[in-house]
């Protein structure tokens, strides 16, 4: 048994990043950003009026002072003419502010009769004016890797990035395997349960940007489990599910050696989810899940999440842990790491007493693991520690 | 002008839940859950194995005490025979176990010779199986509304519900106005910039669930306008952007008029963002967003993810704003609600200098909206404010 450090490095050593795509802007929400883009545009492209109101001469403001309009400057049509002295544009929110004027006053500073204007209150001192590039310039960089927020998309827009590179979204292989398991819909046979594991991971890689291949569920023999490996072929990782200890063979641990597996390792000193094991078939990346719901799902949050993250060009971890206080009492750990199902609320974590890794009802009820330690000492209520949210 | 908490409850009651669909269980991953359901199964469905090992009388068990192997019981294969005084099964975790044992004997505390074990430790006090039905019976209840987790989704699964009964997306038609827009791909004339919200805003929608549907861009025409609101027809919400003053005209407000619009109503206490309008056109609701970028983003925020919350079924708010230390001083606030935008770390709330709402690259390294009332006092370093994650 190898811990869960040692693990998740030999995990993150199996995967590289992605290939890089270019999707049109739309698509590219969500998606990881894989080289920096620069603007193809200065922002604004020419000095903008940042109110409505009127352009002059800056020199000329004071109150009392009278301005005769020569034309309007309106968002997308501009004023061709130039500000002379006693001249005025009128000018509305985002227009061009015309050659010749270098102050925006508000309208509500203004007393208008027929083309003549009056400044009838103190302008303040600002000009009102955006000036051109002093949102970003030509060149100006959105640096990558990022995942793409609304705000990120919004701002390529603007800088006329129609087409985005990002990586291409990692394909995953789930594979069940058990003569035990039947899919949602089917009238399972008297000892047969349904096989929940394919797709409540299914849903978590999908959540995170990769793409989940369902393959038939595997049963026990070599033939089957074979077939759904090659049906696996090509994917960027390949994931199995249960299988590593089948009556007293461990077919999985068979057929991957059959097919060439390069073992990573097998084991891990962890809680749920002690036989796991990990390797490469051919360019694939190859991962061996417990078959408990909650020992499958708690792997995908520790392992599968960081190495996803990694082929698709981010940093294995979104962040360090946080800290919540614990709103019960619990009995020091033994000496394998433990995540223990928890509902975090304003109150703390509730670490769950019940902690059987079969329990899928349960951790659907919990938003976190508490992160214990090998050996942790027992710890008190109100104690802060470490934990994932999920 | 009326406050943003009045705004929102207007904005809110134009809008209701969307009818229920019924999806595959695969595609209700991040869907919410309309109604409640309840299993079909009782999970386990037998009394299960929760080890490998011997599954035997717990009367019988002690030190040294021998049995008779006489068949194996693995998972999807149970053993069909009834264990008798002195009789063991092989089993595997899983599988379940068969009448007469109600023990089972973990393989690390047997030795084995041929079909005869002996206890050769001592068995703690665990019987190491699973009642039928511990995680959930049939009749269990996942309860309503509820964003479906991938955990979520693993437990309907293993409730054998293949089809799930979740909140239709709803339709949201996106409208930028403005003669001074350019597409992304386009080459903008000179008095042209490129739509940024329209992008920013699909991205926000899409990523809560709900569908958008980016229209042409409208003209500063009537005619323009018009053709544009007649496209959004049927969607459940149409968001204008911009056009609310264009030269002297409220293009948008005349045309929505004209439309037979119920006006909520106009302007609220807030920056960015002050120019907004709301009301229903026929069964959609309408809501006018400023056109300054920062602005639309901010009201997205503020007020249209509420809004799409409420027709997906769910509250408005996702949570009570949470507090974070500020990690530089703030003036007073004026009248007008203020969302300021920070950049938040392990440091506290960074609240940027500049606050134009044109900045978009500055809005896209903002991470936070620090909430400030009218006419909060000045503030000072590390005292706590409510933000919004954005």
Chains 1, 2 share one sequence.
Do not use: W
């Amino acid at each position: 048994m190898i811990s869960v450090s040692d693990a998740l490095d030999a995990l993150l050593a199996l995967v590289s990043p992605t290939a890089v795509e270019t999707v049109p802007l739309r698509a590219a929400a969500g998606r990881v950003l894989a080289a920096p883009v620069t603007a193809r545009r200065d922002q604004p492209p020419f000095a903008a009026s940042a109110m409505d109101g009127y352009a002059v001469k800056a020199a000329e403001v004071e109150r009392d002072a009278m301005f005769k309009i020569i034309g309007e400057s309106a968002a997308g049509h501009g004023f061709a003419g130039q500000v002379g002295a006693g001249q005025a544009v009128r000018i509305f929110t985002g227009a061009p502010v015309p050659k010749g004027a270098d102050f925006v006053v508000i309208q509500e500073d203004i007393s208008r009769t027929g083309s003549l204007i009056t400044i009838s209150d103190h302008p303040g001192p600002g000009r009102n004016i955006r000036a051109l590039g002093s949102d970003f310039c030509v060149g100006s960089s959105v640096s990558a890797p990022r995942i793409l927020s609304p705000a990120d998309i919004a701002l390529l827009a603007a800088m006329n990035i129609a087409d985005v590179p990002v990586r291409t979204k990692p394909t995953v292989a789930l594979i069940s395997t058990g003569d035990e398991l039947a899919l949602p819909g089917d009238m399972p046979g008297p000892d047969q349960i349904i096989a929940s594991n394919t797709f409540g991971l299914d849903a978590m890689i999908t959540a995170v940007g990769a793409t989940a291949r369902i393959l038939p569920i595997a049963r026990d023999t070599i033939g089957s489990l074979s077939m759904a490996l090659e049906l696996a072929n090509k994917a960027d990782l390949i994931v199995t599910i249960g299988g590593a200890s089948v009556g007293d063979h461990d077919l999985v641990e068979q057929v991957t050696e059959d097919v060439g597996m390069s073992r990573s390792f097998y084991k891990v000193a962890m809680r749920p989810g002690k036989p796991l094991m990990a390797g490469k078939i051919g360019p694939s990346a190859m991962v061996g899940l417990p078959g408990n719901p909650v020992s499958a799902m708690v792997c995908g949050h520790i392992f599968l999440l960081p190495m996803l993250r990694v082929m698709l060009g981010l940093s294995p971890e979104t962040q360090t842990p946080p800290l919540a206080p614990l709103a019960n009492d619990l009995p020091p750990n033994g000496p394998r790491t433990h995540y223990m199902r928890a509902r975090l609320d304003n109150h703390g974590l509730h670490v769950f007493d019940d902690q059987d890794s079969a329990r899928l009802a349960l951790f659907a009820e919990a938003n976190a693991l508490v992160i214990r330690p090998p050996h942790d000492t027992a710890r008190q209520k109100s104690e802060h520690l470490a934990y994932i949210a999920i």
